[in-house]
């Protein structure tokens, strides 16, 4: 009997489960195994971390179960991973060992909300799945102060996703006729909105945000944060309510294995390699540079996008075929306006060797096609 090839990949989010669908959908059990370990056993597709903020959702019917990936003979597994052994290509998790042929690597960030002094006492984690019903059930409460959203470190995933925040935020308070009674102030370490997406799409978001009296501040680089006080490098801030982006790192089983620098992310090419042999790497927990400033975003769908790109290059290997794949660094990302509408920005990382980006106009029929974007995902990958 022939040994079946063992992909196993390490984190069921986006990356991780793009992967193993692309894997299952081409070669079957008898020419594959595959396994996906991950800590929790649900995905929970990013953004609707916000409707739960919002209260349009709760987190129960925001996710889709890692245990329905046996019904495509994919196996599941539950667990911390402790150790990746890349001499021995073997995993160690809490409960056992497993020993893999092929390993993809898409662990995402973990948020370190600990680096800044005083900040898990005086502030929420607005991407924290765990603290959104409590920030839900303060904004509710709320009835006049002011509401600091502050980014704290780059990168952080989905770049538009905190500007996102500050309009579903502010809908919210108008529908409670609250809002000028409210100040809602956003602070940046960048000079400008959305420096990934170039200065023409940054100066659309910025009007975006201030039509709707939210007032950004860039270059604000947090040192500390105090009772109801941000202090930043230059200058200090009050707020009743904080709701902070904390810098993210990579999971530090990555530093012990030595495929990264703290706090850094694993340098891939298009590829997606490591420097070891059948060793890849995608999504949040990477960092892919374009040109000498510039890496792409951290998000979803450029996960995704590389996940399926290493899954076609496995396959081609297993198939004793030449691996041609490169990652394409396209992608699109939903904008919400807080007003049931929302815009797409379009962006071609390596288009010309320089990312273009495009933001579309704010509609209902692209809200419709976000609430689309997450259906499928859940629906053809669990
Ligand atoms: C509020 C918000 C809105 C967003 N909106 C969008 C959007 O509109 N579009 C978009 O494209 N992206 C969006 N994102 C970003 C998107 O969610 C991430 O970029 C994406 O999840 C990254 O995929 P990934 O596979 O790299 O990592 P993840 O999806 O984070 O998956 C990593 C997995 O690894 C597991 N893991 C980590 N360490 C261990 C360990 N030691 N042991 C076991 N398991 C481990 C984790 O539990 C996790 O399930 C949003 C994010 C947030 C927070």
Redesign the pocket.
């Known amino acids: 009997m022939t040994n079946i090839p063992h992909v196993v990949i390490?984190?069921?989010?986006?990356?991780?489960?793009a992967a193993a669908n692309e894997l299952r959908n081409s070669l079957s059990a008898t020419e594959v195994k595959i396994t996906v370990?991950?800590?929790?056993d649900w995905?929970m597709?990013?953004?609707a971390?916000?409707w739960i903020i919002t209260g349009t959702r709760t987190f129960e019917n925001s996710i889709g179960s890692l245990n329905e990936l046996s019904k495509k003979e994919i196996n599941f597994i539950k667990?911390?991973?402790?150790t990746i052994d890349l001499q021995n290509k073997n995993i160690k998790?809490k409960l056992q060992n497993i020993s893999y042929d092929y390993l993809i690597i898409?662990?995402?960030?973990?948020l370190a909300p600990q680096k800044i002094p005083g900040l898990i006492e005086n502030g929420f984690n607005?991407?924290d799945h765990n603290q959104l019903s409590e920030i839900h059930d303060k904004l509710e409460c709320m009835n006049s102060g002011k509401i600091a959203i502050s980014i704290m470190g780059m990168p952080y995933?989905?770049p538009?996703?905190p500007f996102?925040?500050s309009l579903l935020i502010d809908s919210m308070l108008r529908k409670r006729g609250i809002r000028d009674s409210i100040q809602i102030d956003f602070y940046s370490p960048a000079p400008i909105t959305l420096p990934a997406a170039g200065p023409e799409v940054s100066k659309q978001i910025l009007e975006l945000v201030n039509s709707e009296n939210i007032t950004f501040h860039n270059s604000s680089k947090i040192k500390s944060v105090e009772s109801k006080k941000l202090i930043f490098e230059n200058s200090e801030a009050d707020f009743d309510l904080l709701l902070a982006i904390p810098p993210h790192i990579a999971?530090?089983?990555i530093y012990d294995s030595g495929l990264a620098k703290e706090p850094g992310f694993i340098p891939i090419d298009r590829d997606c390699k490591t420097s070891f042999e059948n060793v890849f790497a995608?999504?949040?927990?990477t960092i892919l540079s374009v040109g000498e400033n510039m890496a792409v975003p951290?998000?979803?769908?450029?996960?995704?996008g590389e996940?399926i790109t290493v899954a076609k290059n496995i396959i081609s290997k297993i198939q004793s075929k030449e691996e041609t794949e490169l990652y394409d660094g396209k992608?699109g990302?939903?904008i919400e306006s807080g007003k049931d509408t929302a815009s797409v920005l379009q962006v071609d990382m390596f288009s010309n060797s320089k990312p273009s980006t495009n933001l579309s106009e704010s509609t209902t029929d692209n809200l419709s096609k976000?609430l689309e974007f997450e259906k499928e995902r859940l629906s053809k990958w669990l």
């Open positions: 390490l984190g069921g989010g986006f990356g991780g489960l370990i991950d800590k929790k995905f597709v990013g953004f971390k916000l667990n911390e991973i402790l998790t898409s662990m995402g960030t973990i607005l991407y995933k989905c538009p996703a996102e925040a999971p530090k089983v995608v999504g949040d927990v951290k998000a979803g769908i450029f996960a995704e996940g992608g990302c939903f976000k």
